[in-house]
């Protein structure tokens, strides 16, 4: 089993990727570090353990993170796509109380960032960190440790948009669109990572049919994905965006893609080169990568390692996978 710390900011997409990375035999979740994004960080830690209580997963640690960016002013969180709670409106309205025995019913000791540090230097060249929220958390752990990249076996992104339009600008989508600076910073440094933005996510589309199918057939853990997507299914359909205006009601699972590409990578084709993320402007959280060697043109691009970016997927197989093991396992790392 691999090793994995999610990095984490739930979120509808978000309680997907945790599900799946908890249902699948070759990963073994560790903590979900919380960052700032779909909603406040208060909302995102409590919703983590909530949902690892509900999944059945007891040996997963929480530790809460960053409240806001790197550099910038926080902008507004997005609970008009995942709901005024982060998590489809499903937050029990009653007081909700965790199972005491489980690891995530407390804070962890250490803050996010402190935390990547510690289990990256407990198991040197053995976790991989999955970021799928701002990266404001990565940067922080990077600060704490530079040799982190080499500590890691690898960096995993949920981000960005080359050629596909943005998601909250027609430039930018909302992970690297929150914290810029962060996102630019980590392709700034030599390490083994990987985006896995829009120009894939978009391609991965579950269909509400097969949320119904979750919902039917993966326990405790798929009534309440099935549950929990209902408005974010809405707020796709109103968009226009779940597989055109005339096709059945769809949702696009964004953070469960950057699980899938860490355990099957075959299933993804990347481009290479110096990338950078606009840090502010109209074009703010602006993926760029170059990929016809124009380094020597401007400082801006001098010196920068090559990062790889996500261009294509086979969306069949990874859609199916992802149904499998929530309908198959419907069941979490007890």
Request: charged share 20%.
């Amino acid at each position: 089993m691999k090793p994995i710390i999610l990095d984490t900011d739930p979120g509808v997409d978000d309680a997907m990727a945790i599900a799946y990375a908890l249902a699948h035999p070759k990963l073994e979740l560790l903590a979900l570090t919380t960052v700032f994004g779909n909603t406040n960080v208060d909302a995102t830690t409590r919703n983590a353990s909530w949902l690892l209580d509900r999944f059945g997963a007891r040996r997963v640690d929480v530790a809460r993170g960053a409240a806001t960016p790197l550099v910038q002013a926080p902008l507004p969180h997005s609970e008009f796509v995942h709901g005024a709670d982060g998590i489809g409106g499903c937050y029990p309205v009653e007081p909700y109380a965790l199972d005491s025995t489980a690891r995530h019913a407390s804070l962890h000791r250490l803050a996010a960032a402190e935390y990547i540090v510690e289990a990256a230097r407990a198991r040197p060249g053995e976790i991989t960190l999955i970021a799928v929220g701002p990266m404001t958390n990565v940067a922080a752990a990077l600060a704490l440790e530079p040799e982190l990249p080499s500590l890691l076996e690898s960096l995993v992104v949920m981000g960005g948009a080359l050629d596909e339009p943005g998601n909250v600008t027609p430039a930018a989508e909302a992970n690297f669109f929150n914290d810029p600076h962060a996102a630019d910073l980590l392709m700034g440094v030599e390490w083994p990572m990987t985006v896995v933005g829009l120009d894939v996510t978009h391609k991965i589309m579950i269909a509400d049919s097969d949320l119904d199918r979750v919902g039917a057939q993966g326990g405790e853990t798929g009534r309440l994905i099935r549950d929990t997507s209902r408005f974010y299914v809405d707020f796709y359909s109103t968009k226009g965006a779940a597989r055109g205006e005339d096709r059945e009601p769809a949702c696009a699972m964004h953070d469960a893609a950057a699980v899938a590409y860490v355990v099957m990578p075959d299933a993804f084709e990347t481009v290479s080169g110096p990338a950078r993320a606009v840090p502010d402007g109209m074009a703010a959280g602006q993926l760029l990568v170059d990929r016809a060697g124009y380094t020597y043109a401007t400082d801006h691009w001098q010196d920068r390692p090559s990062t790889a970016v996500c261009m294509a997927v086979d969306a069949e197989r990874v859609r199916d996978d992802f149904l499998s093991r929530l309908t198959v396992a419907g069941g979490a790392q007890a």
